[in-house]
RNA sequence: CGGGGUGUAGCUCAGUAUGGUUAGAGUACCUGGUUUGGGACCAGGGGGCCGAAGGUUCGAGUCCUUUCACCCCGACCA
């Protein structure tokens, strides 16, 4: 491509809002242009850049045996009414009707659609296994899409759907998922984790995220230091921790504390280790038809985990509760306890299990018991609640965890029979009775890696590709067009480039060396061949965006040479 | 969905407290010239329904009302 002829609309400031390097760069570099909140046209470098991702993705899903599909973006509501998730995703879903009055939405994920295309088409074990995938812009209704082309409402997502006659075949395909899915990242010149996730109300047995490694990240991941274990904080486990402090010495009692209502005050009261202290956290726990509230029970030193909570209690959401709606039920903040308490439901965390010289509150204004043994409560619903802490042990080695933030670019799930279920989508078995498919669902977001990608690869100049993701891979920059013998040089090299296959730009503007150097690294052409003033020596130099070196080589050289490097 | 902020040239923003010539700057763009190894310089030029609607006033970018859009913090996010 001739430069002079390119759609490619640099610019030397960033819109305002930006903050994300990717959001700054892929703007001011003519990528992206915004259109409305969360909605985004990708100019054509961005085309470029979303083609070579897709070309990965299509390649790696070919090699592992899953065929390509595309359904329609707009789908009957009818099918989301049938899968009950018309009122799970609720104002994500962009709802519309026809010139006939039907109701459709825009496809958040094709889970239904997939199933639908499937169901009464597969009708024998002997058909299975089967994954299906598409790459397909998709369309959530966001409440608040930021950071650019990271959470927009509508973006492209790579999303497969494996169809087993049991679970022991689902299993075997999500691991082979999951290496094609790493494979991928790993091609497409990533950094990258994956990571035990929450599952979520999609339910299913397991799943992972796939998570760059950027600071900018939205979610929290806990990582061993010696292992592979890897977990997002809503579900990383533990094994213990490092140092269990010294336990007080006392006789069980009830004790008066005035005025002692914090875990602070408790350590600073007693002079004990809040890992010896009761933390109460109360919540409402809310569910289809009603709601209540629970009191989730961790140790001083530990926080509640709201993801876990909710997933203990089953509820569709976990809320705040005030304390006057805490002092109607007879709990009186600052002094809830797990014992002798009849007036709520409580979730303990698993840690406190049998946990020995606990402090808690004792359901009385003023008071605590000391030395509790929670082995008398051994019958309470005990559950996984509070969040790891940094320091605390690997659940799998002997290693520590420590945080690091992520950017989620896929999620794989052992889905079950969730939708087959739901949706009445049925195969024989070999006795020729109705099975619901055991089915896996594979998600990966490609107008997010064009993000992620650049959240790992840029510098203050701006973007830096990836050889596997740059929509060029060399950028020949005439110094100065009025040359003739620059000009000839550089025309000649491209001509010989295009010829050889690379993915060539020539700079051909009229414009200054600066403006046109400081342009290519905005971009983040991984080669520049400056074709210069050094040309009187029969030398052009050749730059390289990620160290930002340049090499001197002589004009009959520089062929062979970028062929090597690229 | 709660709280806050901003809408003026393609872009980044002044101007709005206290209403008053023809609405500004930088940048980008066009013409001509000088330049040509790190976003050059000189001269000239085009470009605005001051987000939209209504109101107050002799007069509104500026005051009032309504509304729309966008952004930020939070909640939410298969």
Known sequence: MRRSRAFIPTTKEAPSDASLASHIYLSRAGFISQVASGLYSYMPLAKRVIKKIEN??????????????????????????????????GKELLRFRDRKENLFVLGPTHEEMMVDMVRNRITSYKQLPINLYQIKTKFRDEARPRFGLMRGREFIMKDGYSFHSCVADMDREFDAMEAAYKTILTRLGLDFRIVEADSGAIGGSGSKELMVLAG???????????????????????????????????????????????????????????????????????????????????????????????????????????????????????????????????????DLRDAKSMICGANEEEYHFVNVDMSVMSEAYYADIAAVNEGDSCPHC?????????????????????????????????????????????????????????????????????????????????????????????????????????????????????????????????????????????????????????????????????IDLI
């Open 56 to 89: 990965i993705i299509n390649e790696e899903m070919a090699k592992a045996g899953a065929e390509e599909v595309e359904l329609s973006f707009v789908t009957p509501a009818t099918l989301w009414q049938e899968s009950g998730r018309i009122e799970k995703f």
């Open 216 to 350: 900018s990240g939205e979610d929290t991941i806990a990582v061993c230091s010696k292992c592979e274990y890897g977990a997002n904080v809503e579900a990383a486990k533990r094994s213990g921790r490092a140092a269990i402090p010294e336990a007080p010495v006392a006789e069980f009692n009830k004790f008066k504390t005035p005025n002692i209502k914090s875990i602070e005050d408790l350590e600073n009261f007693f002079k004990v280790d809040g890992y010896y202290t009761m933390k109460c956290v109360a919540k409402r726990a809310v569910y289809e038809d009603d709601s209540e509230i629970v009191l989730f029970f961790v140790r001083g030193c530990d926080t509640l985990q709201e993801v876990k909570a909710q997933n203990a209690t089953g509820a569709l959401d976990i809320v705040d509760v005030s304390e006057e709606e805490l002092r109607e039920l007879g709990l009186i903040p600052g002094f809830i306890g797990p014992l002798e308490q009849g007036c709520a439901k409580h979730v303990i965390d698993s």
């Open 398 to 562: 002997n290693g520590t965890l420590s945080f690091t933030k992520g950017i989620e670019v896929g999620h794989i799930f052992k889905l079950g029979t969730t939708y087959s279920a739901a949706l009445k989508a049925e195969f024989l078995d070999e006795n020729g009775k109705a099975q619901p498919f055991v089915m896996g669902t594979y998600g990966m977001g490609v107008s997010r890696l064009v993000a992620a990608v650049i959240e790992q690869h840029h510098d203050e100049q701006g973007c830096i590709w990836t050889k596997a993701t740059t929509p060029y891979m060399v950028n020949i920059m005439i110094s100065n067009i009025k040359e003739v013998s620059q000009v000839e040089i550089g025309e000649e090299l491209y001509a010989k480039l295009q010829a050889a296959h690379v993915e060539v730009m020539l700079d051909d503007r009229k414009e200054r060396f600066g403006f046109k150097m400081n342009d290519a690294e905005l971009i983040g052409f991984p080669y520049t061949i400056i074709i210069g003033k050094e040309l009187e020596n029969g030398l052009v130099q050749i730059f390289e965006r990620k160290t930002k070196e340049s090499i001197s080589v002589s004009k009959d050289d520089v062929f062979s040479k970028i």
